[in-house]
Nanobody, 124 residues
Framework: QVQLVESGGGLVQAGGSLRLSCAAS????????MGWFRQAPGKEREVVAA????????YYADSVKVRFTISREYLKNSVNLQMNSLKPEDTAVYYC?????????????????WGQGTQVTVSS
C-alpha cells in the first residue's frame, strides 16, 4: 500500500485547462504502475489514463485522447494529468491509483492504493 494525495482540481470554464498531480509519501512511485480515474455522480468509476512503472507505455480512454496527457516526474515522486480543452462532461472527482509494476493496464481492480480524490468542475 502507498499513501496518495491528489491536488490541482478546481472550477474551470469549458475549453480551459487543469493540471492534476498525485504525490506519495514514504514510497517511490517509480516502482508502481499509476492510473487516473474519475467518477461522476451516479456513474461508475472509470479509467481516464494509465502509465506503466517506467513510463514507457500509456493508455487513454477514448473520451480524453489527444486532450489529456499522463506523465511521471520521478524527481518529484509524482504523477501528473494535464487536461486541456476541458468539457462539461469531464466534471467528476478524479482519483489517482497505484498498482503493481507491469505493462500498462486500466482495470481498476488491479490498482491497490487510491487517493481521496480531487473535484474537477467544468462549466459550460
Amino acid at each position: 500500500q502507498v499513501q496518495l494525495v491528489e491536488s490541482g482540481g478546481g472550477l474551470v470554464q469549458a475549453g480551459g485547462s487543469l493540471r492534476l498531480s498525485c504525490a506519495a509519501s514514504g514510497r517511490t512511485l517509480g516502482t508502481y504502475n499509476m492510473g487516473w480515474f474519475r467518477q461522476a455522480p451516479g456513474k461508475e468509476r472509470e479509467v481516464v489514463a494509465a502509465i506503466n512503472w517506467i513510463g514507457a507505455t500509456t493508455y487513454y480512454a477514448d473520451s480524453v485522447k489527444v486532450r489529456f496527457t499522463i506523465s511521471r516526474e520521478y524527481l518529484k515522486n509524482s504523477v501528473n494529468l494535464q487536461m486541456n480543452s476541458l468539457k462539461p462532461e469531464d466534471t467528476a472527482v478524479y482519483y489517482c491509483a497505484a498498482g503493481a509494476a507491469s505493462d500498462v493496464y486500466f482495470n481498476k481492480e488491479r490498482y491497490h492504493s487510491w487517493g481521496q480524490g480531487t473535484q474537477v468542475t467544468v462549466s459550460s
